[in-house]
């Protein structure tokens, strides 16, 4: 095998994350207010609520792959593989979107709140590091970095 994990897992987690980008922007309204919603098909972006609930469970499954992904890692190939630099940010990303996502979720509980100024830090935040992990997802496609086992390569 050439890559840390198998194609079809990787596909599984690019779709995974996509379909967190797209719940995660229907979150804001900018579906109904630019008419995106009003392509049909996709007036489902413009229910709150559903895209809110397949948020959440979308977000357990990225979970759920990730903690798998990083057990595999740990315990079959932490000795063969490392992670390279771009490996590291991706990482180091991924952990941000994940903390930030568990603080949102702790705020829409209804017995905890943070501060307004809390919220927008966290909401900035888990925005930021989500733009900012398909920058580098760009960049490892197309910018200087480009190359096979961006992320990780054998020891």
Known sequence: MNSLFPRWLNRILLAVITLLALTGMAQMPIFKRYYIADIPGLGWLAAFYTTHKIHYIAAAVFLA??????????????????????????????????VTGMLRTVKNLPDHGFSPMTVMLVDWTHLAAAMLLGVTAILARVGPWHRKGVYATRH
Do not use: E
């Open 65 to 98: 792959l990730l903690f798998w992904m990083a057990t595999v890692y740990l315990l079959n190939h932490r000795k063969t593989w490392r992670l390279t630099a771009m490996g590291w940010v991706r990482l180091v990303i991924l952990a941000l979107i994940v």
